[in-house]
Each structure stands twice: as C-alpha cells, then as structure tokens.
C-alpha cells in the first residue's frame, strides 16, 4: 500500500488597486485566499491493483470593493482498478468533477462613493466519466475491447440585482 498527499494554502491581505489620489469610500485591497490539496492511495496485490487519488481546489478572491468577489471550488475524485486475469488484462476507470465559479460585478459611481450591484453570475460544472476495458495478446498482436462513457452538465445563472452600498 502506498499514500501520498500534498496540499497548500496561501492568503493575503492585498493591496488596494486604485491610484491613491483616485480612490473613495468604496475601494478596497484586493484580498485573495486558496487552497490546494492532492491526495493518493494504491493498494497492489499479486494479481489486481486499486488506486484512488483526488484533488481539490478552492479560492476567494475580492477584485477591490465591498461588493465585487470571484470565488471557485472544485476538483476531480479519481477511481482505477487493473487486474490480470490468466492472459487478460481488466480495467476500469471512473471519475468525477464537480468545479463551481460565483463571481459578483457591480457599477461605482463617480467620485467611489457608492457601488451598486449590478449582477450575481454562478456557474456549476460536473463532469463523470467511465471506461472499461479488456485486452489480450493473440499471436499477431493485442486484442482490445472498450467501452467509454462520458457526461457533463453545466448550469449558468446570471441573477441581475440592484442594492447600493455606502
């Protein structure tokens, strides 16, 4: 059996990215927080192999005023297993891929005094995919059967508000 696994964070306060003599009420430093992590477990014995790994991802970010943030989450979850069978090799893979993306836009007035928000957008995406196969030599080469799937699904929402901060 083997386990590896990493992961990283990483924040900061930002920096505000508007000229100081252009600056108003509504700016402020453009913060930003991640995190990463990856992980895997294999597990062997004499005849098949099982292995599972997965990463993930997730990250805020302020673009510079109260109101304007981008944030995403997702990642992959990964299962694989081989196995040889007298002269036949079997396998089958499966995945899975949730990510999300959520992100605000908003109008500063003049002078930024004010802002508005002006639109919510979210965006989900999950991805499966499968595949299974089989395959054995013949005196002329490799015999290989397949079977693939795949399927994805995406969602996207535009909400248009209006809400004034001061």
């Known amino acids: 059996m083997a386990l590896?696994?990493?992961a990283s964070w990483f924040r900061t306060d930002g920096a505000i990215p508007v000229a100081p003599e252009s600056r108003?009420?509504?700016d402020t430093p453009s913060d930003a927080e991640w995190l990463n992590a990856f992980g895997k477990l294999q597990v062997q014995g004499a005849a098949d192999r099982l292995i599972v790994s997965g990463w993930f991802g997730d990250d805020?970010?302020?673009n510079g005023t109260p109101v304007q943030r981008n944030r995403m989450q997702g990642g992959t979850v990964?299962?694989?297993w081989?196995?040889?069978v007298a002269a036949t090799q079997l396998a089958a893979r499966v995945s899975f891929s949730p990510n999300s993306f959520d992100q605000t836009?908003?109008?500063v007035a003049a002078g930024r005094a004010t802002e508005t928000l002006t639109s919510t957008q979210f965006i989900d995406v999950d991805t499966t995919r499968a595949v299974v196969e089989a395959g054995r030599a013949i005196p002329r080469g490799y015999l290989t059967?397949?079977?693939m799937s795949s399927r994805a699904s995406a969602d996207f929402t535009d909400r248009r508000t209006a809400?004034?901060?001061e």
């Open 78 to 80: 990964t299962v694989a």
């Open 105 to 107: 836009f908003s109008f």
């Open 24 to 26: 108003g009420p509504v």
């Open 60 to 62: 805020d970010r302020g």
């Open 163 to 165: 809400s004034t901060i």
């Open 82 to 84: 081989d196995r040889v």
């Open 4 to 6: 590896v696994g990493t």
């Open 145 to 147: 059967a397949r079977v």
